[in-house]
């Protein structure tokens, strides 16, 4: 009897537990984890202490719409893959290219057109492609800066410039930081960012050239299918709010005829 009582009770324990660890589930089933590089604007970035910018407040209205609890978790960009592995992350919505990354991502439909051009000093001399030959150039760690300088169409290039090679640096601010105080010479970086550098600081200006062409657009776990495409189909809704969209374009500097989701 004793042991009937005992198994009784264990298993009155186990059921409460599960129903514990369900209703546990089901608060954390509401709340997403959007991982993003907190220096990356206009896109996402720190200001006054809070996290602004274009894909953070897109990314708000998105969720907020969906019903979801948004937390935003700012991330070192070279532990991406394995923050979202790990589910630290729920996805990353950060000025991320599709380009390149096509099959290693679920991804939402392409929001936004976006360009790598070259960041100079405006007194630098540096006009065209060829004035960078002998010049130190720099762009972000595992960014899409990167990605373009590395691809075979390039390989010339980059091998004009000092040392055949071109540095990395963690973040954009900190690579702009060295381009102003004369480290480097030139930065390879997103149309978007060139263009809120060159209005958060003066005397800097973008080469008339593009390195490459791309896209962005929203990566979730491979896998992950039914929670992107409900993400991708509210942000296809969102899109069509004019005066929402044409908003946030004119507060972080970023063309409107470039969103892809009009």
């Known amino acids: 009897m004793k042991k009937f009582i005992v198994g009784l009770l264990s298993f009155i324990l186990s059921v409460a537990c599960v129903f514990g660890a ?11 984890v959007l991982g993003f590089d907190a220096e990356f604007p206009p896109y996402g970035y720190e200001e006054n202490g809070q996290y602004v910018g274009f894909d ?20 070192d960009w070279d532990g991406k893959d394995g923050l979202l592995k790990s589910g630290a992350i729920d996805f ?18 392409q929001y936004l057109d976006n360009s790598i051009v070259v960041l100079v000093k405006s007194d630098s001399g540096i006009v065209t492609f060829s004035d960078l030959a002998g010049k130190s150039v720099a762009a972000q760690s595992d960014s899409s800066g990167e990605t373009a300088l590395n691809a075979e169409e390039n390989a010339e290039l980059k091998a004009s410039f000092k040392g055949g090679a071109f540095a990395l640096e963690a973040d954009y601010n900190t690579a702009c930081t060295k381009l102003v105080a004369g480290t480097y010479d030139a930065i390879v970086v997103d149309v978007g960012v060139a263009k809120y550098l060159c209005q958060s600081k003066s ?47 004119e507060k972080y500097g970023v063309d409107y005829n470039s969103f892809l989701l009009k």
Do not use: H
């Open 92 to 109: 990353i919505w950060n000025g991320f290219t599709y380009q390149g990354r096509e099959n290693d991502y679920e991804w939402t439909k």
């Open 203 to 249: 005397g800097l200006t973008i080469l008339d050239d593009a390195i490459a062409t791309e896209t962005y657009a929203v990566g979730f776990l491979k896998g992950n299918v039914e929670l992107c495409k409900k993400i991708s189909d509210e942000m296809e809704k969102v899109g069509k709010d004019e005066a929402f969209i044409k908003g946030l374009c």
């Open 56 to 75: 953070i407040e897109y990314a708000k209205k998105v969720c907020g719409n969906l019903g979801y609890e948004l937390e935003l978790k700012p991330i």
């Open 22 to 32: 369900t209703s546990c589930k089901k608060g954390s089933d509401n709340k997403l």
